[in-house]
């Protein structure tokens, strides 16, 4: 089960970080990985990563804003946002795939999702 959190509306420019706290999962060799949704729009991979913390992905409209850790003490993982635009508005979706070494980016990929928390940013 994943539970997301920590979702809210934020001026841009601001920050925000989500939590999604992972049980009854291998936590340790999962791919984890976190999508969004904004309305009108497919869900899109931001983030993912493997058991190997030497690769991470980040979709290019994040990349140097976001970053994706996990801390396997609390099998949790988190999203740092910052600098966030009215373009990041969207619901983040945390998920959790079988044992990878690297990142994985496709929806199919992953077979445990959370239940999504709502990011808003005003401009």
């Known amino acids: 089960q994943l539970q997301a959190s920590g979702g809210g509306l934020v001026q841009a420019g601001g920050s925000l970080r989500l939590s999604c706290a992972v049980t009854?999962?291998?936590?340790?060799?999962?791919?984890l990985g976190w999508f969004r949704q904004a309305p009108g729009k497919k869900r899109e991979i931001v983030a993912g990563?493997?058991?190997?913390?030497?690769?991470?992905y980040y979709a290019d409209s994040v990349k140097g804003r976001f970053t994706f850790s996990r801390d396997t003490a609390s099998n949790t993982m988190y999203p740092q946002m910052n600098n966030l635009k009215p373009e990041d508005t969207a619901v983040y979706y945390c998920?959790?795939?079988?044992?990878?070494?690297?990142?994985?980016?496709?929806?199919?990929?992953?077979?445990?999702w959370g239940q999504g928390t709502q990011v808003t940013v005003s401009s």
């Open positions: 009854g999962y291998p936590f340790g060799r999962s791919a």
């Open positions: 990563m493997g058991w190997s913390p030497s690769r991470i």
């Open positions: 998920a959790a795939g079988p044992d990878s070494r690297t990142y994985k980016t496709r929806e199919f990929e992953y077979d445990q």
